[in-house]
C-alpha cells in the first residue's frame, strides 16, 4: 500500500509516518500543498492521499479540487484543526472520502485509513476472500484454509496489490511504485524475488500467480465453482 | 434659580427653571406695575373733583374778599366738597404774604413755588396724624363779578414738581380795591385738603380684581409648562426603550431617521460607537477562532506521538523518537501561546503606552546578545553592525519592552527561516542607523535566505500565516507583532530582497521611526 501524507507540521507528520510503515506501507511525505499537488500529478499509484487542509503554497481544499478535476478516484482523508459543519460539509462537497478533526487518536486513524482502501479495493468489510485465501487488512495477516502464512512485509504490500487488481495486470514498475517509498531503490529483479518467494507460500490449491512475459504479473481470478 | 434641578444634571430642570425665573420676574413686574396704574388711575377721578372743590371755594373766598365780608362757607357747601361721607375735609385761606385769612389753621403751608395763578397743584401731606390730599391754588383777587377762572382747572400733582410757567390768566392790577386790612394783596391762596378713604378702598379693589387673576395664573403656567415639557421630551424615552429592548449581542446601529432632530446628531455618534466596537469584537472573536485552530495541530501532534509510544511494540529508539518529538510540539504550543500573549499584549497597549526614550543601538545589541546561543545552534554567523549606544538620534520615544519584543521577533524570523550548510553558511546582521538631522532612526534586520517573495509581502503580516521554508518552527505571528508594535510607535515596515540578483536573495526587514520630537 502506498500513502501519501500532505501535512506541513513535522511532528505530527512523523506521527503519522511511522504509524503508517509499522503496518507495512510505503508512506510519503510532502508538506505543502504545491508539492502535494505535483507528487499526485506525477504518479497515480498511491492507494490513499491523507491531506492536512491547513497547508502552505495551496490550499488542501484546492488540491482536492484538482485531484478530482482530473478525474482521479484516489481515495482521500482531510485532516484539519478547524471543526466546524461549515468545514466538513465543504471537504466532503470537494471529494473527501473522510474526515478527522485534530486532535485525534491513533486507533481511530488506523481504522479510517483501512476502510478507506478498503473501499478503494472494492472490499466491504476487513478481510477480503480470495478463494481458500484470506487476507486480514486489519490484522496484516493472510491465512489459507484457515492457517496464518508467514508473511514479510513486503511479500504482504505485494500480496495486497495483487488482491486489490485480482485478475489484472500489474507491472513491474507500477510494482515497484506501489511498495516503494521515495528515495527507496528496489530493483526489478528485487520484485522477482519477492514474487518468487511468495509463490512459494501462497499457491496452493486455485491460488496462482501468473506471469505475462515482458509485462507483468497478475494474479489469477478464483473461477467460480460449477 | 434651582427650584427643580435635582443632583444630576437635568435638561427638563433646566429648561423649567430657566422659563420659571423670568416668568416670576416678570408677574412680580406686572404686580407693580398694575398697583402703580391701578392707584393711579384710582386717584385722577378724585383729584378733578378735588381741583373743582377748591375752584368752587376760591371763587367763594374772592367774592366775600371783594364783598369785604368774612369767608365762611355754608355746612352744605362743605358737605359737598367733602369726597364722600367716609372722608372730611378741611379749608384754609391765606393772603399772598402768608397771613392766615379763614378756615383751619393746622393745613401745612402752601408750597411756595405753586406760584402759577389758576392752577391747582395737588400734594399728599399729613394733617393731624392722617394723610390727606391737599390741593392748592392761588386766585387773583379780580374786579367784583368777574369770574376768577376760565375753562376747566389745570392741575399739576406732586412735589417738587417744578410747574411750568403759564401765561397769567389775569394780568396782575396797579391798584386793588378797598378791603379789610388782612386781605390786602393781589391775590388769595387757598388750600383744600381731604382724606381718601373711599379713594383706598376703591384703590384695592382694582388692584385685587387685576392682581388676584394674575396670581393663579402662575401655577398654570408652570404646569402647563411642565406637560409640554414632558411631551416634548418623551421621544427620548422611545429611543431610550429601543436601545434597551436589544439584544445584548446586537450591535446594529440605531436608526437615526425616526429619531427627533436634535438627537439625530447623537445617535449618530452613538452608531459610529457601535460600528467600532462590532468591528473590535469581530477580530477578537476571529483571533480566537484563529489561536484555537494553531493550537490544535501542535496538540494533534502530541497525542499521535504519545499514541506511539504507548504501542506495545515500541522499542527505546521509537520511544525516544516520540519523546523528542513531543517535546518539539510541546515548544511550539508554548510558543505559539506566548506570541499569541504579545500580541494582545501589544494591541492592548495602544491606548496608554508608557513613553520613555529608548537608546535602540543598546536594545538592539542586547537582544541580539540574547539570540546569539539560538543563532549558535544553527550554524548562523548572527551579528550587530550599526549604531554605538548613545550617540546622536539613536533614541526612540516608546515603550522598551514592546521594541525589544519586536526586535527579537524579527531576529527570530531570520533565525528561523535562514539555512546553513558549511558550503554556504547562514548569515544574519541586525543594524541601527541613526539620521539625527533628518530625524529618521533604521533598524534593519537582514539575512541571507530564501527571500520573501514579493506576492506574499503583504500576506507575511497576516497572522498565522506561513511562508514555507525548511523546519520552520515559527507560530506565524512574528511579523503580526512586529506589524502592531511598530504602528504604536508611529514607525513604518518595509520588506525586500537584501540582495537582489543573488540568488538566494535574502531578506531585510526595515523599520522607519521618526524622531523628530525627540531631544536626543
Not at chain 1, 506525477?42 to 484538482?66: C, N, S, W, Y
Not at chain 2, 393745613?107 to 391747582?120: E, H, M, Q, R, Y
Not at chain 2, 388692584?207 to 388676584?212: C, P, W, Y
Amino acid at each position: 500500500m502506498r500513502i501519501l501524507i500532505a501535512e506541513d507540521d513535522h511532528v505530527l507528520a512523523d506521527g503519522l509516518l511511522r504509524t503508517l510503515r509499522s503496518s507495512g506501507a510505503a508512506v510519503d511525505h510532502v508538506a505543502s500543498g504545491a508539492e502535494a499537488d505535483a507528487a499526485l500529478l506525477a504518479t497515480d499509484e498511491f492507494d490513499l492521499l491523507i491531506l492536512d487542509l491547513g497547508l502552505p503554497r495551496l490550499h488542501g481544499l484546492e488540491v482536492l479540487k484538482r485531484l478530482r478535476g482530473r478525474g482521479s478516484a484516489l481515495p482521500v482523508l482531510i485532516l484539519t484543526a478547524a471543526d466546524s459543519v461549515e468545514e466538513r460539509v465543504q471537504g466532503l462537497d470537494f471529494g473527501a472520502d473522510d474526515y478527522m478533526a485534530k486532535p485525534f487518536s491513533l486507533q481511530e486513524l488506523e481504522a479510517r485509513v483501512r476502510a478507506l482502501t478498503r473501499r478503494g479495493m472494492g472490499a466491504t468489510s476487513s478481510t477480503i476472500k480470495h478463494g481458500p485465501l484470506v487476507y486480514d487488512q486489519a490484522g496484516r495477516g493472510a491465512s489459507i484454509d484457515g492457517r496464518m502464512v508467514e508473511l514479510s512485509a513486503r511479500e504482504l504490500g505485494l500480496l495486497e496489490v495483487l488482491l486489490q487488481r485480482a485478475g489484472r495486470l500489474v507491472s513491474k514498475d507500477q510494482l515497484v511504485e506501489r511498495l516503494c517509498e521515495w528515495g527507496e531503490e528496489v530493483s526489478l529483479n528485487a520484485i522477482e524475488v519477492y514474487i518468487h518467494r511468495l509463490r512459494k507460500k501462497i499457491e496452493k490449491g486455485p491460488i496462482r500467480i501468473a506471469t505475462v512475459r515482458g509485462l507483468g504479473y497478475c494474479l489469477e481470478k478464483i473461477p467460480s465453482s460449477p | 434659580m434651582k427650584l427643580f434641578q435635582r443632583a444630576q444634571n437635568s435638561l427638563f430642570g433646566e429648561i423649567l427653571d430657566s422659563l420659571l425665573a423670568p416668568a416670576l420676574l416678570i408677574v412680580l413686574l406686572s404686580i407693580g406695575v398694575t398697583w402703580l396704574v391701578a392707584r393711579g388711575i384710582a386717584n385722577a377721578p378724585y383729584d378733578r373733583a378735588l381741583a373743582h372743590s377748591v375752584r368752587v371755594l376760591a371763587q367763594e373766598a374772592v367774592t366775600a374778599q371783594q364783598q369785604e365780608r368774612a369767608f365762611a362757607p355754608a355746612p352744605a357747601l362743605m358737605a359737598l366738597l367733602r369726597g364722600s361721607e367716609h372722608d372730611q375735609a378741611w379749608y384754609q385761606v391765606v393772603d399772598e404774604a402768608g397771613r392766615h385769612v379763614a378756615g383751619h389753621a393746622d393745613l401745612p403751608p402752601p408750597l411756595s413755588d405753586a406760584a402759577a395763578p389758576g392752577t391747582v397743584y395737588i400734594t399728599d401731606g399729613l394733617l393731624g396724624g392722617q394723610e390727606v390730599r391737599i390741593a392748592q391754588l392761588r386766585v387773583p383777587l379780580g374786579r367784583p363779578g368777574q369770574p376768577a377762572f376760565n375753562g376747566p382747572p389745570r392741575i399739576v400733582l406732586g412735589e417738587g414738581n417744578a410747574p411750568e410757567p403759564l401765561p397769567a390768566t389775569e394780568p396782575p392790577r396797579p391798584d386793588d380795591g378797598a378791603g379789610p386790612a388782612a386781605g390786602k394783596g393781589r391775590a388769595l391762596v387757598v388750600q383744600l385738603a381731604e382724606t381718601r378713604r373711599r379713594q383706598a378702598v376703591h384703590a384695592g379693589e382694582i388692584t385685587t380684581g387685576v392682581l388676584l387673576p394674575q396670581f393663579a395664573l402662575l401655577p398654570l403656567a408652570v404646569m402647563l409648562l411642565w406637560i409640554a415639557l414632558a411631551r416634548g421630551i418623551k421621544p427620548l424615552s422611545v429611543v431610550e426603550e429601543r436601545i434597551r429592548e436589544r439584544r445584548p449581542d446586537d450591535l446594529s446601529p440605531i436608526d437615526e431617521t425616526t429619531v427627533p432632530l436634535e438627537v439625530a446628531p447623537l445617535v449618530s455618534a452613538l452608531n459610529v460607537l457601535l460600528g467600532k466596537l462590532a468591528d473590535s469584537i469581530n477580530t477578537q472573536k476571529r483571533f480566537l477562532a484563529d489561536a484555537a485552530h494553531q493550537l490544535k495541530t501542535p496538540l494533534a501532534g502530541l497525542r499521535m506521538q504519545a499514541d506511539l509510544a504507548l504501542r506495545e511494540a515500541a522499542d527505546a529508539q521509537a520511544l525516544k523518537q516520540s519523546l523528542k518529538q513531543i517535546g518539539r510540539s510541546s515548544i511550539r504550543a508554548t510558543h505559539t501561546v506566548n506570541q499569541l500573549l504579545a500580541l494582545a499584549r501589544a494591541e492592548g497597549g495602544s491606548g496608554a503606552l508608557a513613553r520613555q526614550p529608548c537608546d535602540m543601538a543598546r536594545l538592539t545589541m542586547e537582544v541580539v546578545r540574547e539570540a546569539v546561543p539560538r543563532a549558535m545552534d544553527r550554524a548562523l554567523d548572527l551579528g550587530y553592525d550599526g549604531a554605538e549606544p548613545g550617540t546622536r538620534g539613536v533614541e526612540v520615544l516608546g515603550n522598551a519592552t514592546l521594541l525589544r519584543e519586536l526586535i527579537r521577533n524579527l531576529l527570530d524570523n531570520a533565525i528561523n527561516y535562514t539555512p546553513s550548510s558549511p558550503g554556504r553558511p547562514g548569515v544574519i546582521t541586525a543594524h541601527v542607523l541613526a539620521d539625527p538631522f533628518g530625524h529618521v532612526l533604521l533598524l534593519q534586520v537582514e539575512d541571507n535566505g530564501p527571500g520573501i517573495a514579493e506576492a506574499e509581502r503583504e500576506l507575511v503580516f497576516e497572522p498565522f500565516y506561513r511562508v514555507l521554508g525548511n523546519e520552520a518552527d515559527g507560530s506565524g505571528l512574528g511579523l503580526p507583532i512586529v506589524r502592531e508594535i511598530a504602528g504604536q510607535h508611529r514607525a513604518t515596515i518595509t520588506l525586500e530582497d537584501a540582495h537582489p540578483g543573488m540568488q538566494p536573495p535574502g531578506t531585510r526587514v526595515t523599520v522607519r521611526f521618526d524622531t523628530s520630537q525627540e531631544t536626543a
